[in-house]
């Protein structure tokens, strides 16, 4: 089972629908996916569940989690890294049982030119920590808002090949 994680608790982002471009195209070929939005997070699982006070709400996404072998991580830009979001996340999460071994497929996007390399590269070492196995291609997707189109799917020539590559080297790993 593959969990896609969309990175940011941010209202109608495009962090989003990227993740559920993910989540079609790996269904198209064979692969289910479900997709674990952080807008979804409980209120205060900051207050709660990074210190030993689980809720039942987070238990539920634990062991959702559980059963996951393999993670998309779609992350955007924040601040020239990522999300601080996705890194109380994955600091609520058990560790090491949550991450540990599992395999990880990384995707950064930016309003801006640069597609996130260096909040990718700020994941890799966090994924390193929790020796989470990442897959070599990392895509950078720049300027976000103009490679969706009406429908929140890919259309660009290069995009489709890159993000396709991607997609097919993640189920072989």
């Known amino acids: 089972m593959v969990t896609i994680i969309s990175g940011t608790n941010r209202p109608g ?3 989003l629908k990227v993740a559920k471009y993910y989540q079609e195209a790996l269904a198209k070929k064979g692969q289910e996916a479900s997709i674990l939005d952080l807008m979804d997070l409980p209120e205060n699982f900051i207050n709660t569940d990074m210190f030993g006070k689980r ?3 987070f238990s539920k996404i634990i062991h959702s989690m559980d059963g996951s072998d393999k993670f998309v991580f779609i992350i955007p830009e924040y601040n020239g890294s990522f ?3 996705l890194k109380a996340f994955i600091d609520a999460c ?3 049982g949550s991450f540990y071994n599992k395999k990880a497929c990384l995707v950064g996007i930016s309003g801006g030119k640069y597609g996130n390399i260096r ?3 700020h994941f890799v070492g966090v994924c390193g920590y929790l020796h989470m196995n990442v897959l070599p291609l990392r895509l950078h997707i720049p300027a976000i808002k103009t490679e969706l ?3 929140n799917a890919f259309f660009r020539e290069d995009t489709l090949k890159f993000t396709g590559e991607q997609i097919d080297k993640f189920i072989d790993f």
């Open 13 to 15: 982002s495009n962090t």
């Open 55 to 57: 809720t039942e709400a």
């Open 83 to 85: 999300p601080g979001v």
């Open 94 to 96: 058990d560790f090491p």
């Open 119 to 121: 909040g990718i590269d």
């Open 149 to 151: 189109d009406e429908n």
